[in-house]
């Protein structure tokens, strides 16, 4: 069973900045799976943000966010981390990491939750104007 702790939420005014993380600390699908960061707000349905392959580090990024916020792992540290720079009002929701179970998606690219059988329980990040 793969378990993920999110860590490093908070609050921020508008322009500023903030690095979420993801540890891998049980299963081991690490280094061979797809892994992603997703939001929520209230009221909205589920956003993919940022995707990574653990295997070779490719990443992709949502137009939403693109240029502004950065994925990246660690994997000596079985970490994933997301690097959210400029951050705006609107970036304000609850912060998912998953991981997918290997094999089950054909890109990393973050268009959908199918596939991404563990979840972590998620941080909250809210943007100040």
């Known amino acids: 069973q793969v378990q993920l702790l999110e860590s490093g939420g908070g609050s921020v005014q508008a322009g500023g900045s903030l690095r979420i993380s993801c540890a891998v600390v049980?299963?081991?699908?690490?280094?061979?799976?797809?892994m992603g960061w997703f939001r929520q707000a209230p009221g909205k349905k589920r956003e993919g943000i940022a995707g990574i392959y653990t295997g070779t580090g490719k990443t992709y990024y949502a137009d939403s966010v693109k240029d502004r916020f950065t994925i990246s792992s660690d994997n000596a540290k079985k970490t994933v981390y997301l690097q959210m720079d400029n951050l705006k009002p609107e970036d304000s929701a609850m912060y998912y990491c998953a991981a997918e179970e290997p094999g089950l998606r054909y890109t990393c690219f973050p268009d959908g939750i199918v596939g991404y059988n563990y979840w972590g329980q998620g941080t909250q990040v809210t943007v100040s104007s």
């Open positions: 049980s299963g081991n699908t690490y280094g061979r799976d797809c």
